[in-house]
């Protein structure tokens, strides 16, 4: 799309004359919530539906809207988030990067007056302008105070395979990340060594891609998750889902300096994330001699509490942020 088309579409969506959907005065959405699923994974599915279940308990009643490419059951379904009335008094965005995205940008525009809320979100110092458009930011990375990530809220035991069995290995990969700015992923060379690392040890692997749509629903992704014996990856939801559910997880954040995962990883206790200048064959070989040696089972359910500790507290607060009058 052209940028003359890309500013006359945003000039409609906030200048629209008449709209004609309501909704809660508190309404949370998602990058799901956006045109054709707006490349939600399903962490970001757990993230909101964690925190609305929190908000349910506590009694506070609100939204949460979906675009109904995705079909989530239990979410109320816009086709057209534009079309929204402008009474919602607070807009609650949930999980993922805050990014410049036009329609994000869009959307803080047309609902101006009403107060608007970040939770479980990353805040990346190149778009720190869009963070900025919000009143209050619970960030689980990018700021000097951080909160925690929203999608974990139970684990699985972690068991031992059984002697013999050849190991099978999740690749959770998350591509080309262009939010970080030109030339700050080397997804090439990242996902390269952990490919060569499980053919190096005979490992089968399955792909494991945890963005949502027809026929990759979140149900088919957990169990991928469960069926492995250990994951790969360079995605931060493929490192927790995997420690959730109870698999040693070798993580390479891919992001020149670190972005998310390794921070995030390391806050967890977790000590097999690698920054992508510190990841070679050597060293991740010698990690996977030391799993299959023996099997960190003690690691495993350390991190596992620590994940699920701070998420509790991050998803408390965010209901106490949202819950707050202004």
Same mark, same amino acid.
């Given at each position: 799309?052209?940028? /003359?088309?890309? #500013?006359?579409?945003?000039? #409609?969506?906030? *200048?629209?004359?008449?709209?004609?959907? %309501?909704?809660?005065?508190? %309404?949370?959405?998602?990058?799901?919530?956006?045109? !054709?699923? +707006? +490349?939600?994974?399903?962490? @970001?599915? *757990?993230? /909101?539906? !964690?925190?609305?279940?929190?908000?349910?308990?506590? +009694?506070? @009643?609100? @939204?949460?809207?979906? *675009?109904?490419?995705?079909g989530i059951a239990g979410h109320r379904q816009i086709s057209d988030l534009f079309d929204m009335r402008r009474e919602i008094e607070t807009l609650a965005f949930v999980c993922g990067p805050i990014v410049q995205a036009d329609q994000l940008a869009d959307l803080l525009d047309v609902h101006r007056n009403a107060r608007k809320i970040a939770v479980g979100v990353s805040v990346i110092s190149r778009h720190q302008d869009m963070a900025a458009r919000f009143d209050a930011v619970l960030a689980r990375d990018g700021l000097p105070r951080q909160s925690f990530d929203l999608a974990i809220s139970r684990s699985r035991p972690c068991a031992v395979p059984p002697p013999g069995k050849r190991l099978k290995a999740g690749l959770c990969f998350r591509g080309e990340q262009r939010d970080y700015g030109k030339g700050m992923t080397e997804w090439v060379r990242a996902e390269g060594l952990l490919s060569q690392l499980a053919e190096a040890f005979g490992l089968e692997t399955e792909p494991i891609d945890t963005v949502l749509r027809s026929g990759n629903e979140a149900a088919k992704i957990e169990r991928q998750f469960e069926t492995v014996d250990l994951i790969l990856t360079t995605r931060l939801h493929g490192s927790l889902y995997g420690l959730s559910k109870g698999k040693p997880v070798i993580a390479i954040d891919q992001i020149r300096g670190t972005g998310k995962v390794k921070p995030i990883l390391d806050r967890v206790g977790w000590p097999l994330a690698y920054s992508i200048e510190e990841a070679n064959e050597s060293s991740l070989a010698g990690q996977m001699r030391r799993i299959i040696a023996e099997w960190p089972v003690e690691a495993v359910a350390n991190s596992q509490a620590t994940i699920l500790d701070l998420s509790s507290k991050a998803r408390a607060d965010a209901v106490a942020l949202i819950a707050q009058s202004w």
């Open positions: 799309m052209s940028l /003359v088309s890309r #500013k006359w579409r945003s000039f #409609k969506r906030r *200048h629209r004359l008449l709209r004609r959907t %309501t909704v809660s005065p508190t %309404t949370l959405v998602w990058w799901g919530s956006f045109e !054709n699923g +707006g +490349g939600a994974t399903i962490g @970001d599915l *757990h993230a /909101v539906e !964690n925190l609305s279940a929190e908000l349910f308990r506590a +009694g506070h @009643d609100h @939204d949460v809207l979906s *675009h109904p490419t995705l």
